[in-house]
């Protein structure tokens, strides 16, 4: 564990922290967003906050895959998992994320609905292979980490022609969401603190083009208090320094090309779809991915009749402003008092990569 230790020292701690009061600019303020909900869950486990001029600001983004999905994906699983002869299977956080009507996949399998936790795509696969009578439906969400697996689980069941097992798919895509956040005026951003898994997967250029674009800094962090620290700082210098640049502070996991076996069983089993709704963000183009014809058989959309319906989120719940940075957890009116992690009132209380569980577990301060 020493090789952990030394990226949470601190007296490095300390160091890095009065480095990047010496380089900011009093006279200015700086707004960051931390993307991937595990900057910010990390952010507020050390208390980044606490060790930066108050003239900078961290904001929290749309990067917990849990929180981003519309209620309307949420009707859709439960429906399926409703339909007779069905094993429903998903990771674990999505079984408590509200949809209409507050209900979820845990009051569905508490009604009857066969419904199971897993761990990895593979597990679906697994249930599949041992209930032979059965219709298994995985319930695939998450960026482009979670990605890679679910395209193989869909390759391999074509390979072992496995006809009872289906995937529904709902991947979603980092740059075209930061894309998107751009675009919009609600609020200012000066640098992005990048995704690390993600990275893992697709490298960092596909940044590049959103950070040519819109003129922002782009630095890629590790999860450890003096990763963010660091990437905090390298932002700094690009602004002082006039550069826009995407740089990888997580040099150890990433680099500039990615994955590329994760990226190539991506493309040769998925590919775009034309829009997607995304929780506070709304429709957007090409940023999520469904599967390819080829694969049609393994395609729970095209297998069953999925319900159409519209969102209706709780009218004072503000996760969708919170993910887009607009507003901080504390400002909704439910933090904390109505909604709790126990009983989730917006898909922000539900995984901890959400801004509210983190805010909620870790202390208000700055948050």
């Known amino acids: 564990m020493k090789y952990i ?27 960051f967003m931390e993307f991937c909900g595990g900057h910010t869950h990390a952010i507020h486990r050390y208390g980044i906050p606490s060790l930066l001029p108050n003239n900078i600001e961290m904001i929290h983004g749309p990067g917990c895959p849990v929180c981003v999905l519309p209620m309307t994906i949420t009707d859709k699983a439960i429906a399926l998992s409703t339909l007779p002869n069905v094993i429903l299977s998903t990771y674990a956080d999505m079984m408590r994320v509200p949809g209409t009507g507050q209900k979820n996949l845990l009051h569905a399998k508490a009604l009857g609905a066969d419904i199971r936790m897993i761990y990895s ?41 496995l006809s009872n097992f289906s995937v529904f ?8 969401a930061m894309n998107s956040l751009l675009q919009s005026d609600e609020v200012k951003l000066d640098g992005f603190v990048g995704p690390a898994h993600v990275s893992i997967v697709i490298g960092s250029r596909p ?20 990763d963010l620290l660091h990437s905090i700082l390298m932002l700094i210098k690009q602004l002082n320094e006039k550069r826009c640049e995407v740089e990888i502070q997580y040099t150890r996991a990433v680099n500039h090309i990615g994955n590329a076996t ?7 089993v998925l590919e775009l779809r034309d829009q997607f709704e995304w929780r506070g963000l709304g429709f957007i183009p090409k940023s999520a991915l469904k599967i390819r014809a080829e694969y049609a058989e393994f395609d729970a959309e095209q297998r069953f009749q999925l319900p159409d319906s ?3 989120e709780h009218k004072q719940c503000l996760c969708g402003e ?22 989730p009132l917006g898909s922000c209380m539900v ?4 801004a509210c569980a983190a805010v909620y577990a870790y202390g208000r301060i700055n948050a």
């Open 169 to 176: 798919c709902n991947h979603v895509l980092t740059p075209v």
């Open 310 to 312: 519209v969102s209706q």
């Open 351 to 354: 995984s901890s990569e959400g």
């Open 322 to 343: 919170v993910l887009r940075g607009v507003k901080k957890p504390m400002e909704c009116k439910l933090f904390a008092k109505a909604c709790v992690p126990e009983n």
């Open 5 to 31: 230790e030394e990226f949470r020292n601190g007296d490095f701690a300390k160091v890095l922290s009065k480095e990047i009061a010496a380089q900011v600019n009093p006279n200015q303020s700086y707004q």
């Open 207 to 226: 940044y590049e083009a959103v950070c040519k674009k819109y003129h922002k800094p782009i630095v890629i962090s590790g999860f450890e208090p003096l």
């Open 262 to 268: 994760s990226q190539e069983i991506m493309t040769e």
């Open 121 to 161: 795509a593979n597990d679906a696969l697994k249930i599949a292979q041992e209930n032979p009578q059965k219709e298994v439906i995985f319930f695939a969400i998450g960026f482009e980490t979670t990605t890679p697996p679910t395209a193989l689980v869909i390759k391999q069941a074509k390979k072992l022609k």
